[in-house]
């Protein structure tokens, strides 16, 4: 399960990790090695999502194997992770008397802030996920939505490395939605923090992470990259034609396509290099061939999840 | 704020030791307590006392205002009684505090989970715990410890050398008689904070454990015709090894002030497992 073979130290590398909370075994020997600047965690319920989270930390300790974040160990190592780490919890986390502005702040000074950084650091915060007017007001009459982004708020306030986002979108409408989304974007962008995204809904996946791990039942059943995922979508074309004699597929071919022909005219084929959409229009041009569809293969999160649950 | 400044940008200016950041919590907290009038009233109400006793203790030795009622220097007798007794009543109000204090401390932090949002930070449990603690820490020592050395301070500089040399012990009595109160009484507030969600309950119930504990103690002493029932009466139980700390112990009293001291000790033990157990339980949730 490596992402790519790089000399530079993982975000998170997890060696046969076994997590037992009692007596029952969560966590069955994962083996995990993270790079991407953002990975979505996908699971059903009961996968073990969570207790990863909590034990990468620090909260859960390894019952065996290991569990490094940023080369650090979270067995003995868990404070300073814990100072590279900013987690949004997937539950309420927020003090209702405080304002957001205190909170925020509060967050800041307990990440190591001085207290004049801390206070800039959180008006800054707060106007970057849309909260500067509401910075006043008290969490407690915030919306969900506002409560999600002052959640957000207090895990990015002090810049750290590797942002750990437990169900970002949950509960929020969809325009609240769109705006998170586009705020994890952006972060990713900027390029100074990883970021870990669980989540049940497998668009915002799709919509924000480089690769995607799904766990079922404690272990790791699937790893994908996203990016490549889609880079070999891509190249991937259904065509259905219309007034074929059967020798688009051979012209097809010729180009050094892959190509398989289906019934009625349909048409699947795999574009080799340097070869794109406009040459198989200017084939069927040449044979007064009409293409009454074409679409890229879109082998979407949702087919990969469920193949992976299948498993 | 700038609008070149509305942007995300990462942190890389200097940090704060990890060591004594828990003192933030402290901070914000006795900020968030002291916002309330009520507690703030109540709060200086409990220095009137201290006030009055220095103010005793001046007189006490002021020869040209006591000649005017007639009484010569050192009227009243400043002994380890009179110490004990002051603790004695300083020690109620202190309680009263922190049935108003307590709940405030670690029960919104529960009631809205905000728990994983310090602990996914470097601070432990127990930092936490020392914290909050703090906070109750500095209002009770403030009313106790502090009021109590200042007394034994303006004393001994009117009297003389002697007097201090005579009642050192006394020193000791305070310093050791206040911080079991303060051990007491911060982890019974953070103890119900932690438990129970209402603050009113929680208050009440910090008194609770004062009356409830004589209440069973003494029907255990009269249905079993034994001494064992004081064990649970925590007043009794301060009472009797403050009363041997400042060297005025009942001549009936029925446990010896070690006995009381273990109690005390284990009572504290249980309660800040109780506390750390409702942490473990919210850290991960």
């Known amino acids: 399960m490596t992402a790519a073979t790089t000399h530079i130290e993982p975000v998170i590398h997890l060696k046969d990790l076994r997590v037992n909370i009692g007596r029952r075994e969560i966590l069955r020997g994962l083996n995990l090695e993270l790079r991407g600047r953002t990975v979505g965690l996908l699971g059903p319920n009961g996968a073990g999502k969570s207790t990863l989270i909590n034990t990468l930390l620090g909260f859960w300790k390894p019952t065996s194997g290991s569990a490094h974040v940023f080369g650090y160990d979270v067995k003995t190592q868990a404070r300073h992770i814990r100072e590279l780490i900013g987690y949004m919890p997937e539950n309420d986390s927020y003090i209702a008397d405080m304002t957001a502005i205190t909170f925020v702040r509060l967050a800041a000074e307990l990440s190591g802030l001085p207290q004049g950084a801390a206070l800039e650091r959180a008006h800054e915060s707060l106007f970057y996920v849309g909260l500067g007017e509401a910075r006043y007001r008290k969490l407690g009459a915030f919306s969900l939505g506002m409560k999600q982004m002052a959640k957000l708020a207090q895990a990015i306030v002090h810049g750290p490395k590797l942002v750990i986002l437990d169900e970002p979108t949950n509960g929020l409408d969809p325009q609240a939605r769109v705006r998170m989304i586009k705020l994890i974007q952006e972060m990713r962008a900027l390029g100074t923090m990883h970021i870990v995204i669980c989540s049940h809904l497998l668009r915002d996946i799709e919509e924000t992470c480089e690769e995607a791990v799904i766990l079922k039942a404690g272990q790791v059943v699937h790893y994908s990259n996203l990016e490549e995922e889609r880079a070999s979508n891509r190249r991937f074309v259904e065509i259905e034609t219309e007034g074929d004699d059967g020798t688009f597929a051979d012209a097809i071919e010729r180009l050094g396509c892959a190509c398989a022909v289906g019934p009625q005219g349909r048409i699947k084929t795999v574009l080799s290099e340097g070869i794109e959409i406009r040459d198989l229009y200017r084939l069927a041009a040449d044979r007064d061939i009409q293409l009454r569809r074409l679409n890229y293969r879109r082998d979407s999160l949702e087919d990969i999840f469920m193949t992976a649950m299948e498993k | ?285």
């Open chain 2, 1 to 285: 704020m700038a609008v070149y400044k509305r942007t995300y940008h990462s942190y890389a200016g200097p940090l704060t030791n990890p060591l004594w950041r828990f003192l933030v919590l402290q901070r914000f907290a006795f900020k968030a307590v002291m916002k309330s009038r009520f507690l703030l009233i109540g709060y200086l109400a409990c220095f009137i006392a201290p006030v009055l006793i220095i103010c005793m203790l001046y007189l006490n030795q002021n020869a040209s205002i006591l000649a005017m009622v007639k009484q010569k220097p050192g009227f009243l007798n400043i002994d380890g009684r009179y110490f004990f007794n002051f603790l004695n009543f300083q020690a109620v109000c202190a309680g009263l505090l922190t049935a108003f204090v307590g709940p405030t401390l670690v029960a919104p932090d529960l009631a809205n989970g905000a728990l994983p949002m310090y602990l996914s930070r470097s601070l432990s449990r127990a930092e936490y715990i020392l914290g909050k603690g703090m906070v109750l820490g500095a209002i009770i020592s403030s009313i106790t410890l502090a009021p109590l050395l200042l007394m034994f301070a303006v004393q001994s500089s009117l009297v003389g050398y002697a007097w201090f040399i005579d009642n050192f012990y006394l020193f000791n009595a305070i310093v050791v008689a206040s911080l079991l109160v303060m051990s007491v009484f911060i982890l019974l507030g953070l103890a119900m904070s932690a438990w129970v969600r209402w603050r009113i309950v929680a208050g009440a119930l910090v008194l609770g454990s004062f009356v409830a504990g004589k209440g069973f103690g003494a029907v255990i002493n009269g249905v079993m015709r034994t001494e064992k029932g004081y064990y649970l009466d925590l007043q009794h139980l301060l009472s009797s090894v403050g009363g041997s700390l400042f060297h005025n112990a009942a001549a009936d009293e029925p446990i010896s002030a070690l006995a009381a001291f273990i109690t005390l000790m284990i009572f504290c033990v249980g309660l800040l497992l109780l506390i750390n157990r409702k942490l473990r339980v919210c850290e991960a949730a």
